[in-house]
């Protein structure tokens, strides 16, 4: 009796083909698998193939191209890999880069995701594989250690300005403090950490002259914003700041000898009254020696004969600029410049008495008190206002 003949459907003899062709296993081993003969599946496989040759490319590849191919492929994908590697390295595949700043790129780069191994990375970049882990195990050196400190240091006293000071400030915070660094380490930490200080935006003129009240009034100043003492010589002048609800505007007097802001007024107006006040304030606040000079630009509230009235009754002298020069009132103009760039343009105010108060912890809080200032050899002005005064009384 002849022995029954195994029929398959056209589904098995499909999946058996498309096992071969994708796991690349040899045609006997996937027959024994499944119980088959080698010849037959050859004569299954020949037909799917000649069935299916558009959707399989390699169909008409032996196993060692198929091989070849994968080879290929994963060749492919590591110069792809690799090339992408040196382009992020370009920094320091550069004439001059040291060894260490290769095992510190491969270090910070072997955390990102999907990254090459270690081994391959230190291939790609030519330096000993075993060289890099003594690095990366070692302790840091005592200048990599300071360096770390002084780079905390310098990110404290940056937040502590409200990243207002550039490398000169700071260095300043840091000689104060008995750490010894030059403004050249503390520039370049800086740009290394990103710590980049405000930056101020381009000046506008916004004076309103009163050219016939103010003809003749003389420029006692002449751009001298300098002084001997307190008192003998103050500037002033008037700016806006914006809020939802409108504008409030600060009227402010200097001392030329401190830089410090010795008088203010804030109000929602724009009157004589509001320089009037900031005068009065600065009387107030600070001693003021007869023939004193008061300098502003030639704008409507400073040349009415209010104001000039109550500077004659102070015992002052008015001095003015010409119309549209902020040189002239330069150092009121960078007073503004300091304020709007370091706070106001930085904040946004919801209310007017939001903005007022954030103006009067400028000046006060920050201004007159904690900021250093380059014309005085970065010393805050109430510190140098103040000293005069203790010495003049102790001689």
Known sequence: ???????FSQEFKDELCREVITTSKAVKTVAEEYG?????LRGWLKKYRAEHATGEPEGDLTLDERA??????RENRELRTEAAFLKKAAGVLREGATIVAKYEFIDSYAREPGAPSIARMCVWLAVSRSGFYHWRGRPLSATATRRAALTSRIRY???ASDQTYGYRRIHADLTAEGTECSPELVRQIMRDEGLVACQPRPFRTTTLADREAAEGMPDLVQRAFTADRPGRKFVGDITYIPSWQGFIYL???????????????IADHM???LVEDALRNAVATTQIEPGAIFHSDRGSVYTSADYRALVARLG????MGRTGVCWDNAMAESFFSALKNE??????YATKQQARRDVINYIEGFYNSRRRHSALGYQYPNDVHYSYRQLALAA
């Open 343 to 348: 706070r106001v343009y930085r904040t946004v």
């Open 316 to 319: 002052m002298r008015s001095s």
């Open 1 to 7: 009796m002849s022995a029954t003949r195994r029929r």
């Open 271 to 273: 009157r004589t009254e």
């Open 36 to 40: 088959v003969g080698a010849e037959t």
């Open 157 to 159: 006293f940056f937040d």
């Open 251 to 265: 009227a402010t007097v200097i001392d030329c000898y401190s830089k410090k802001v010795v008088g203010w007024s």
């Open 68 to 73: 070849r191919l994968r080879e290929l492929e």
